[in-house]
């Protein structure tokens, strides 16, 4: 069974996202922490421009990735990434289908049944990859439910004081993770953490 | 001019203590992260067994601190130390005197008079050492005020879900922070990151 990764950008306080939804403080390490192009592919590319450390960080994760799951935010924020999300097919749970969802010549998929269903599909969609999960509510919901492999945390070096919390509404807790790698890039440390199952 | 230094431990979602002010949780790595032994001296000495690269991190920083600055309630739990901290002259920010202190032969003085005061005191005994601080809420009002130079956060493996967070009630954020210098022990990650000021 393809493993279920959490990935995701968070300050040092908690946060992936600050008031008024702004990711880009704790998203900017992609485009600001070096000089290594990484190119994202799918159908809206971007070039990331990142420390060589980080660049390693992400060639090794990246190839390893065969599908996405997200909640809906996710998805209007990223614009639906133009029909194709770099890492596979997407796979984003949501209470309703967006207007004029699914496209033609769109891998993006949308699961109104459960968590449970979302995860099952994005692991029959990974060809044996990984599927890695972006989204503070989708990760919580993956937690809980005891459906998470790993957690891949890039923390950003900045405090934000307000916003939307990685970890909130956990079930479960103290949980103790396993120990995590660490790749420590310029102004954001990799830090990949194996869930322990019970 | 002493630089001051945050150290706390941290769980993964941002908590310094659980529900009931329980700390073993977030402090448990001095104590089960590998075979080297540290003595941490002063009057009520304790022996932390930890990895390699958590041993080569305490006896980095702990020759650079002269003096430490907390809060009245780390003094309660401590015990005072046995009355001399390990860190050198201990200084304990509190609305009150505790009842039977200062004591003879002991290096624990209070203050009375407000963060700014007891930081410039703290300065003063350090003997051109670094000031380390600890409490989150001696640590939240350094860092409001603007009197911190560095924050040294003991990432520790776990997810707590509740309890006393270490970056809460923050002025002046977002806040931008320098890079970290980061060294992977086994299932804590000590980060110190530079503070800007502005």
Redesign the interface.
Same mark, same amino acid.
Not at 157 to 162: R, W
Not at 173 to 182: C, D, I, K, Q
């Given at each position: 069974m393809s493993d279920v990764v959490a990935i995701m950008s968070m $300050?040092?306080? &908690?946060f992936v996202a &600050?008031p008024d939804d702004d990711v880009m403080?704790v998203f900017d390490w992609h485009f600001t922490s070096g000089d290594v192009e990484i190119d994202t592919g799918g159908s809206d590319p971007m070039t990331f421009k990142v420390s060589e450390p980080s660049a390693g960080h992400l060639r090794d994760l990246t190839p390893r990735l065969g599908a996405v799951l997200t909640g809906r935010r996710t998805f209007e924020v990223a614009q639906g990434w133009g029909g194709n999300h770099a890492w596979g097919p997407a796979f984003v749970l949501t209470h309703e289908v967006p207007a004029g969802w699914p496209r033609p010549d769109s891998t993006v998929h949308f699961v109104t049944d459960g968590i449970e269903s979302a995860v099952r599909q994005a692991q029959a969609a990974a060809g044996g990859k990984s599927v890695g999960v972006h989204g503070a509510d989708t990760i919580q919901q993956c937690l809980n439910a005891g459906l998470l492999d790993e957690?891949q +945390?890039d /923390?950003a070096?900045?405090?934000? &004081? $307000?916003g939307v919390? /990685?970890?909130d509404h956990?079930a479960g807790? !103290?949980? #103790? /993770?396993?120990? !995590?790698? +660490?790749v420590?890039g #310029? &102004?954001v440390?990799h /830090?990949r953490?194996p869930v322990l199952k019970a």
């Open positions: $300050s040092l306080d &908690g &600050g403080q957690i +945390v /923390l070096a900045v405090l934000l &004081g $307000s919390r /990685l970890f956990l807790t !103290p949980a #103790v /993770l396993g120990a !995590p790698t +660490v420590a #310029v &102004g440390t /830090l953490y």
